[in-house]
Nanobody, 124 residues
Framework: QVRLVESGGGLVQAGGSLRLSCAASGRTINNYSMGWFRQAPGKEREFVATINWSGSHTQTADSVKGRFTISRDNAKNTVYLQMNSLKPEDTAVYYC?????????????????WGQGTQVTVSS
């Protein structure tokens, strides 16, 4: 059992940057794959980024490639999402997820544990 708590969301201007954190408790995350997803009102949950257990492999969605970077610090039991060049269309609730497989996955059903989300709002 892993508890995930996101933080770092808030209001930011278009073109600005924001760093989200996902703090895990209950178990170490060193064996888990981790992912970030987002959901805007009226839209389906969307894949953003994923990272394997060791951090050696990552994948990002085409919509955020070159702007967002996922990373992890297993010693701190924390996963990060660095978001640069933010756009109004990035506005959403961002969710952190952990998967037992340890492999980077892009689908929501590949994950076993979820945080409650943090709101990111990008003003134009």
């Amino acid at each position: 059992q892993v508890r995930l708590v996101e933080s770092g969301g808030g209001l930011v201007q278009a073109g600005g940057s924001l760093r989200l954190s996902c703090a895990a408790s209950g178990r170490t995350i060193n064996n888990y794959s981790m992912g970030w997803f987002r959901q805007a009102p009226g839209k389906e949950r969307e894949f953003v980024a994923t990272i394997n257990w060791s951090g050696s492999h990552t994948q990002t969605a085409d919509s955020v490639k070159g702007r967002f970077t996922i990373s992890r610090d297993n010693a701190k039991n924390t996963v990060y999402l660095q978001m640069n060049s933010l756009k109004p269309e990035d506005t959403a609730v961002y969710y952190c997820a952990a998967g037992n497989s340890g492999f980077a996955r892009t689908t929501w059903y590949s994950y076993d544990y979820w945080g409650q989300g943090t709101q990111v709002t990008v003003s134009s």
